[in-house]
């Protein structure tokens, strides 16, 4: 991948400076070694203790390139070490000895030394060591890319994953990831949860739309993470984060067509049962798609949303796109959601909305206020999805698909009654089931609040609902029928795995009464009954596809339930205005994935929830003034999202900005 | 001048002597090699670090070797390290015996063992006596003095 070489790329001055940790007893060949190695102009650093070299390696992860050691040592054994980097640090190492013999050469091939030198090491031989850092990060890249989608899967529950995954051994890649700096630096990552160290991708709208193109150019079945994201051929995208954004899709899909989500499996395929969501299912994860398919959102918005949702956890850090579409799915929800107004705005707001996750949300509070419309869009579209039954076409599949599910009737039914404007809660719920689901369900938590109608359940459900931004209110009075389903349970509880995040918001959403403070509604949703949400359909895109749950993973979605929640409360207030700052962090998420975003928005509510550490104080309506329907608001969205993305942005620290999140950084939601 | 020209041949011959006597090779060069201004000394540094290390191998090795019965394993290991080191500073005569050594050990010849050691032993007090006078002279002779690479 064009990436991975572009990440080889080593600078000027390369190696000079490369960082060597030499370790070996002999003091004499230290001091030699020590010396030699300083005439390659490498930064050296030596260690006459195998275990203080681990603690200096475990202390400075990043802090070297390579490492030099004897084979001989007396209180470890270097192929020991050898072994014990390889899995922590995944750092080339160069076993030396004054032993020739084969078997101990041979002992140090297998236990995976990328050279063997004889002692006395000769100034030659240093002088290309250089060669194994460059190597390895290169064959990094490639693993990454090959990486099965296995481990997305893994990851797409938890969160939290995706730090663990990065320390896992084969995470190496990760971890070394910082070979990656510039990718890194641009992404910024952000430990804004702790689970989240990677970058993360912000599956913006733009590039879950071309996530989705490529997706369904490729047919779903064999859509594999490999061939997307040469399709894609977005830079600093990992096939990892296709992987894993195309599972959240499948679930979103499958969620979409009313199957219970079960990871991935039948995720398109099942999902192919809504035929209209032909272009769904290339929605990937997020549940754009079913926001588009409220017709409102353009379809593209929504797969831009999913590809927004998934790159974010694709995006590396270097992807600005991401970032970008991350805005363009809320905005787009936005425009979408308008129920009525059908504005293709979709997402092409082009803000970035960073939202999703980890990638430097630069949402702005327009680009919250986008998601709030497009939630609110969304949730509008729901309840004409559910209204009509069938939005127009595409768009409409999703919806349609929300509107399926819903037929629970809660949805939409509910608090759509058309209510365009209250946040699309209503409507979002069934929409949002298809992956604004998570949006929605952010807005329809929102809505909830504010509506109290459907709500109501979402009330409860509210936390997990505060997923649907606090559009407040809008969202569908359906009370979204999230959990329509397990899937939305799934969602819900993906928003629950957001975990971390959830109590943040649970506890920020406090105010909100209904909410449950934390992300357990989504459990509860779950259990209780999905009416809470009636977000059956919520699953809506949330668990629909995986993207839903892939918001929720990311927790994103979560957040914006929560959101929603603690937003509901301060919907309370504002209710629907106040949605909007509730809501945003939530709405984020939920704006976004209004239109489909609402997976984005989920997700990156979660981020900007969870990565804000936003709490989702749904008070903090934050800057847009929070009008009560999040669809109008524009602000809400954005607002809601920026405020997110800063709260992201601005480390945990209590997001006060516009969202007054605190701290949920959406971004960080796992995707 | 006068003076210190003739330090310089002396040293100079005191040097060539040492690799003409097999006691040092090519490695010795090496560190010579990379001695600069930064690390004016660094030879004299490196062989310093060197004895101090292994002469307490040598008298964990002397101490090892009035065991009974011989641990060959652990003989082996300390003769590893002690050759190692040896090899770092290339002194030839004592790296063979080392290697010689490590060869008894495995062969569990205990009377080998003794026996090359013992020979090591004086090699290893040699190489150091010379080496020392060697370093004095350079030092009186100044610091552009050690090295002339011949060869």
Redesign the interface.
Known sequence: MSTASSSVTVSDQFPAGLRVLVVD?????L??LE??LG?CLYEVTKCNRAEIALDMLRTNKNGYDIVIS?V?MPDMDGFKLLEQVGLEMDLPVIMM???DSKQVVMKGVTHGACDYLI??V??EALKNIWQHVVRKRKNEWKDLEQSGSVEEGDRQPKPSEEADYSSSANEGNWRTSKRRKDEEEEIEERDDTSTLKKPRVVWSVELHQQFVSAVNQLGIDKAVPKKILELMNVPGLTRENVASHLQKYRLYLRRLSGVSPHQGNSFISSHSQEPPYGSLSSLSGLDFQTLAATGQIPAQSLATLQAAGLARSAAKPGLPMPLVDQRNIFSFDNQKLRFGEGQPQHMSSGKQMNLLHGIPTTMDSKQLVNLHHSAQSLGSLNMQASAHGNPSGQSSPLLMQMAQPQSRGQILTETSGGQVPRLPTSVGHPILSNGAAGAMLAINGIGENSRGTGYNSVSQTSSVLNFPLNHSAELPGNSFPLGSTPGISAGMSTLTTKGGFQEEINSDIKGSGGFMPSYDIFNDLQQHKPHNWELQNVGFAFDASQHSNSLQASVDVTPSVLVNQGYSSSQRNVQNSNVSAMGKPIFSVGEGSEHGIALNVGQHLNSLLVDNSTRVKSERVTDTSCQPTLLPQHFGQEDLMSAILKQQQDGLGPAENDFEFDGYSLDNIPV | MERNQQLRRQLASMRQSLFDQGHLDEQFILLEELQDDANPNFVEEVVTLHYRDSARLITTIERALEKSPLDFNKLDGYMHQFKGSSTSIGAKKVKAESTQFREYCEAGNGEGCLKTFQLLKRDYATLRRKLEAYFQLARQAGPNEIACRPK
């Open positions: 007893d002999d003091p004499t060949c001091r030699i010396k030699m005439t004897d001989h000895s004054a032993d002692k006395p000769r100034i």
